[in-house]
């Protein structure tokens, strides 16, 4: 069953502790991306990764780092220095990058800071 | 920067009738539209999408109009069914940005019975 998968689904973190978020795919595809999405705002991009051991930021990448060791795998680090990390995020893939082609989601992680 | 403007963002119509989201974005460079539906509590997938060489698709019940001219997008949805109440996102890809999708707020579109 081909697809993408995050987790966990709800995650606690108290302040000043570093969380990472994970993220595998199964559908071959090169590009991934994580985005951060808040009530009443659109997807915005923390980090994207068009192959593998490779990676850029995108518009919100402060107090966030990523990996990309293995083509499946993608996972997001919220560390301490985010200062607002509450929120929902989503992890994506798509077969490449430039060729504008249709991203699959994973059901997301809710991460909330206690 | 680039931006995306999306509107409304609540949208009540009446089950059966039609529902129209306007796109605006900002580089006339963009060559790739696609919308997005996210229903409660799930992921986002896509619906439709529009590549700049064409003014319209259709797919069913959902079409997508592209104004390059004006540089708008519309998502049309007609007769309107419950199962269509969700958040739904456009977004375009800007050529300045590394091809990256620029994404709207979105709507959110309440079918009322």
């Known amino acids: 069953d081909g697809g993408i998968t995050q987790s966990p689904k709800y995650l606690f973190r108290k302040e000043g502790q570093n969380v990472t978020l994970s993220c595998e795919q199964n559908?071959?595809?090169?590009?991934m991306y994580w985005y951060r999405q808040d009530p009443g705002q659109g997807l915005r991009l923390i980090y994207y990764?068009?192959?593998?051991?490779?990676?850029q930021k995108g518009d919100i990448a402060e107090g966030y780092s990523v990996s990309r060791e293995k083509k499946e795998s993608f996972p997001l680090t919220v560390t301490s220095a985010q200062k607002n990390p509450t929120a929902f995020y989503l992890c994506?893939?798509?077969?490449?990058?430039?060729?504008?082609?249709?991203?699959?989601f994973g059901q997301g992680t809710r991460l909330t800071v206690v | 920067g680039e931006n995306v403007e999306q509107h409304p963002s609540t949208l009540s119509v009446q089950e059966g009738d039609s529902a129209v989201i306007k796109c605006t974005y900002s580089?006339?460079?963009?060559?790739?539209f696609p919308w997005y539906k996210q229903e409660l509590g799930k992921r986002p997938q896509l619906i439709i999408d529009?590549?700049?060489n064409v003014g319209e698709k259709k797919d069913q019940r959902i079409a997508v109009t592209l104004n390059k001219t004006a540089k708008h997008f519309s998502l049309h949805i007609t007769e309107t069914q419950p199962e269509d109440s969700a958040v739904y996102f456009c977004a375009a890809s800007f050529m300045d940005s590394n091809y990256q999708l620029i994404w709207g707020a979105g709507t959110k579109l309440i079918i009322k019975p």
């Open positions: 529009i590549r700049s």
């Open positions: 580089d006339s460079a963009s060559n790739y």
């Open positions: 559908l071959n595809h090169d590009a």
């Open positions: 990764s068009q192959i593998v051991n490779d990676f």
């Open positions: 994506a893939s798509s077969i490449g990058w430039v060729t504008n082609t249709e991203a699959f």
